[in-house]
């Protein structure tokens, strides 16, 4: 038998005539354009900006910021440098995307699904919602907002409460917090641990569900391992109990601690104008799902709860992701309009800094880098997501 021999390596030749070297070639040439295209305009424009006189580098990040910032997540004080300050208006910028995305997914996705009720007035409702909130154009509802919790609610001397524990005015929302101590980190560490005890349970729900056809409960024991995660954390550092509880004064609410009006009017704001577009997206992904998925669900005696949380969102998922990271990027890049209600996140922060120091470029570089360092991240969270989500072809 003569046995096959592989073919000979081909060999590599540097030519103008091999389709990849001359690829290579045109994209050496065109990053060098793109590059000298950049170097120009920076020249250019430090060369102009030292003609006027005009200072110009980052070596006012290190001075005095000279300001006070109102609402702050880390400690900040006036003599703090400039890039203090601007730490402290991302953390803020943050704070709301965050907070903002979670809470729209939550609200997008129930009034998606809240579309295809068999409850005439549930769909009713849900599609008056997307109606309204995506129509009116979001600034314009910060403006009302701001309006409603400064003007329609009680005054800070004459606050609403509940159970005397939370009190709501124009100065915002005061609610009971508990005296830090070594207890409530291990807490945080045993609910972190317990979130990953509900994940390996549903991972194993679904495995025993796809074995056997038969469904496991997995909410309840979800929460049931955060919670006995979190309690044995706290017990484990002594179970305190002290609270620090706000109270009204004479001219205001004291103690406890505080989310402002303007910190709410933005919270509200992204979260009820992003989470109409959600549930849009979330609309055209389910359905996308075939409607025998559905049927063939019912011949097998799933319930339409079931029928929705284990076939139909499953496949609508791939549809859904892509748009869904758009909204939360739009989400993102919208809580810049904050400071037209005077919320101290970057954009307003850089405001301030433009105005003292003239530093016009280099503030407006840092809210670039700032946007841009944000909206890369949640695409790539989202794409990794994306992955995972997608149905693997055999």
């Known amino acids: 038998m003569i046995s096959s021999r592989p073919p000979p390596p081909r060999k590599r030749t540097l030519s103008l005539r091999s389709r990849a070297v001359r690829g290579l070639i045109y ?17 250019n424009t430090l060369e102009n900006m030292r003609s006027r006189g005009i200072q110009s580098g980052f070596d006012f990040l290190l001075q005095p910021a000279g300001f006070d910032i109102g609402e702050s997540l880390i400690p900040y004080e006036s003599i703090r440098p400039y890039w ?3 730490l402290v208006g991302m953390v803020n910028t943050l ?40 129509n009116v154009p979001i600034l314009l509802q910060l403006l009302v907002w701001y309006l409603l919790m400064t003007e329609w609610l009680p005054d800070a001397d004459a606050a ?17 917090v508990p005296v830090w101590e070594l207890a409530h980190g291990l807490a945080l560490i045993g609910a972190v641990a317990g979130g990953v005890g509900a994940w390996a349970w549903s991972r194993s729900a ?65 979260v009820f104008y992003t989470a109409a577009f959600v549930a849009e997206v979330v ?19 799933l319930s339409r709860g079931h029928t929705m949380r284990l076939v139909v969102l499953p496949q609508a998922l791939r549809v859904i992701i892509p748009p869904m990271t758009n909204q939360y990027l739009n989400l993102t890049k919208n809580s810049s309009l904050a400071v037209a209600i005077g919320y101290p996140d970057v954009v307003s922060i850089s405001n ?5 120091t003239g530093r ?22 989202m794409n990794w997501y994306n992955r995972r989500a997608a149905i693997k072809e055999r």
Request: net charge positive; aromatic share 10%; glycine share 12%.
């Open 283 to 301: 609309r055209a992904g389910i359905a996308s799902v075939p409607r025998g998925q559905t049927e063939a669900a019912s011949s097998l005696g």
């Open 206 to 270: 679904r495995a025993y569900f796809e074995r056997t056809g038969q469904t496991r409960a997995v909410v309840l024991p979800g929460l049931g391992f955060v919670l006995a995660g979190t309690v044995l954390g706290w017990a484990a550092g002594g179970a305190p109990t002290e609270w620090n509880i706000p109270s009204q004064a004479e001219a205001a609410v004291v103690d406890g601690t505080s989310l402002t009006p303007e910190f709410l009017s933005v919270l509200f704001g992204l």
């Open 84 to 86: 203090q300050a601007f």
């Open 360 to 381: 016009a470029v280099e503030c407006i570089a840092i809210i670039m880098l700032v946007y841009l360092s944000t909206s890369l991240s949640t695409s790539a969270i």
């Open 95 to 134: 704070r709301v995307a965050l907070i903002g995305i979670v809470l729209t997914t939550l609200l997008g996705t129930l009034l998606g699904v809240g579309r295809f009720s068999s409850n005439a007035l549930v769909r009713g409702l849900c599609y008056a919602y997307v109606e309204l909130f995506r």
């Open 27 to 43: 994209q050496v040439l065109a990053l060098g354009v793109i590059a000298l295209g950049v170097w120009f305009l920076a020249y």
């Open 352 to 356: 301030t800094a433009i105005n003292q």
């Open 160 to 176: 609403s409460s509940l159970m005397g524990l939370v009190f709501l005015s124009k100065g915002g929302l005061a609610y009971p």
